[in-house]
């Protein structure tokens, strides 16, 4: 059980991280100051600094923070009796939900990068999440025997063990033809989600609802997930 101490560290980690997020939506990740969160909520520099040693470790905070709220809501999406094209378009729902919600976290996740700053291994886990939701769908499908046959095999040097561990493990059903087709489909999953937050569609698509829906419905089939019926 945490000691009060703990307790208020623990407390006063939160606000501040929840300052830093305001001033996301105001200034950017760019300009986000140490000083200016500590003026937001009537705190000593000094003091601020004892909880986030730099403005790097902050921004690590709001990351992870970010890649795990993210990757929660893809994972409530997630219905495992669903049939795996029903499961994969709702999982992919809930990221633009999520996105459209968060439009500033989201940007700090996926927007431009920021000057200086490089996100240390520790984001990586939280960052993996929405991809290991899709990955299960995948392998799933693969296990129940609803995804075509394939010739088999990795391709060397191609991808890393990693994402053949999260892409549907060494099930034969999914080579590396599928995991590729998978990865082109999990980032496009963020290409159309940035395209439509960032104003990248305006003028091409004219119901961004339908256009997304039916976006997903091509990237499930794409790595071979058929609507069912």
Request: hydrophobic letters at 45%; one cysteine or more; glycine letters at 10%.
């Amino acid at each position: 059980m945490p000691t009060a101490r703990e307790r208020v560290r623990a407390e006063l980690t939160a606000e501040i991280a929840e300052a830093a997020r305001r001033q996301l939506a105001e200034v950017g990740a760019a300009a986000l100051s140490l000083r200016a969160v500590a003026r937001e909520l009537g705190m000593a520099s000094s003091a601020v600094y004892r909880y986030f040693p730099s403005r790097d470790d902050l921004l690590t905070r709001l990351i992870i923070d970010g890649y795990d709220d993210l990757g929660a809501a893809a994972e409530a999406a997630d219905d495992p009796a669903a049939p795996p094209a029903q499961r994969w378009t709702s999982v992919c729902a809930a990221v633009r939900d999520w996105a459209r919600a968060h439009p500033h976290e989201y940007a700090l996740l996926y927007g431009s990068p920021v000057p200086g700053y490089t996100a240390p291994r520790d984001t990586v886990p939280a960052a993996s999440r929405v991809g290991i939701v899709l990955g299960a769908v995948l392998g799933d499908a693969a296990r129940a025997g609803l995804l075509p046959e394939t010739a088999g095999g990795r391709e060397p040097g191609l991808l890393g063990d990693a994402a053949v561990e999260v892409l549907g493990g060494g099930h034969p059903a999914v080579d590396d033809a599928v995991r590729v087709r998978a990865l082109v489909a999990w980032s496009a999953l963020f290409g159309t989600v940035s395209f439509e937050l960032f104003g990248h569609l305006v003028g091409s698509v004219e119901d961004a609802d339908r256009y997304f829906d039916r976006a997903m419905t091509e990237l499930a089939g794409l790595v071979g997930l058929r609507p069912a019926g």
